[in-house]
């Protein structure tokens, strides 16, 4: 797309004197810190031989999440879509010269195998952008696990981790999509709530221009509040995350698996934090991780000790 590419060429003119691998993994990484700013602080633990490649991964992850959050256009989302199928299914692949595109070639981040997954995450992103609706907490659940799904097999594969067959796949990605859905609307430049379930908006008596219009107001603070203790019970059977899953599952016992486990434990700890903040506080929890992100992955990286 000409925005992209008038982006980077201005980037190559500003840093000359930068190689094409610095600017690439530039340009990855202020793509990633726009949209998943918590990475900052979980990349440090994923395995060292394989960080470019969870780079280029990640910067696709949100080169693709800016189609859902930060196009207002409908019809220029769709474009881009069908531009990022191209680039990394079809012949333009091999040759691009696109930065993240090019980044995940030389890395080696999307091997034969990973093909079908790339299919089935732009065919998400392609039903999220066809999405009228949700009517209940069911359907919310399955778009949430759509969301995460194809990014948890992608960075597993990577890391060439495999989940022990008591490991609770779909409860983890269900709050990891929720927390994906929560913040691209906090950081979206015309928020989308057409995720939020029909039921939820009725028995709070709100509506989604409300959600947009008065965001604080307490009626749409406590429907929010309602969205994480969801998701809490989507991951504990009794919706305290102290009792989840987690604590009692064999977790992957490789080291490729330490930087998604993080990533879902700042998703936990959102879940916990969110209730009761206001637009404003939401969107810097989003945007801007804390001190106490980085003290929550190094206690994941703690409790992963492998």
């Known amino acids: 797309m000409a925005v992209i590419n008038d982006s980077w060429n201005a980037q190559m003119k500003v840093s000359p004197h930068l190689s094409q691998q610095h600017l690439d993994e530039d340009f990855c990484w202020d793509l990633i810190l726009r949209t998943r700013p918590n990475f900052r602080v979980s990349q440090p ?9 969870l780079l280029a991964l990640y910067a696709m992850f949100a080169s693709l999440e800016d189609l859902t959050c930060r196009v207002a256009d409908e019809q220029v989302a769709r474009s881009k879509l069908a531009w990022w199928q191209v680039q990394l299914l079809g012949s333009e692949y091999a040759s691009s010269a696109h930065p993240v595109t090019r980044q995940l070639r030389e890395s080696g981040a999307l091997a034969a195998p990973a093909l079908d997954q790339i299919k089935s995450l732009l065919n998400s992103v392609g039903q999220r952008l066809d999405l009228a609706t949700i009517v209940d907490e069911t359907e919310l659940r399955a778009m949430c696990i759509l969301v995460a799904r194809d990014q948890m097999k992608l960075e597993w594969s990577l890391q ?4 022990e067959s008591d490991f609770p796949v779909e409860r983890a990605c269900a709050v990891m999509g929720l927390t994906q859905l929560m913040r691209e609307s906090s ?4 928020p989308d709530y057409k995720w939020i379930p029909l039921t939820m908006l009725a028995r709070f008596g709100v509506n989604r221009s409300d959600l947009v219009r008065h ?3 307490e009626s749409v603070r406590n429907l929010k509040k309602q969205l994480c203790v969801l998701g809490s019970n989507w991951l504990a059977e009794k919706g305290d995350v102290r009792n989840s899953p987690l604590i009692t599952c064999s977790l992957p016992d490789t080291p490729g698996a330490r930087h998604w486990l993080i990533q879902l434990g700042l998703c936990i700890r959102l879940l916990q934090k969110l209730p009761g903040k206001t637009r404003a506080e939401a969107h810097r929890m989003f945007s801007q991780p804390t001190v ?7 206690r994941w990286a703690r409790k992963l000790s492998f």
């Open 160 to 163: 060439a981790a495999v989940p």
């Open 215 to 217: 965001p604080d107001s």
């Open 187 to 190: 950081l979206a430049v015309v």
């Open 292 to 298: 106490g992100e980085a003290w929550c992955a190094w």
């Open 45 to 53: 633990y994923a395995i060292r031989e394989t960080s470019a490649r």
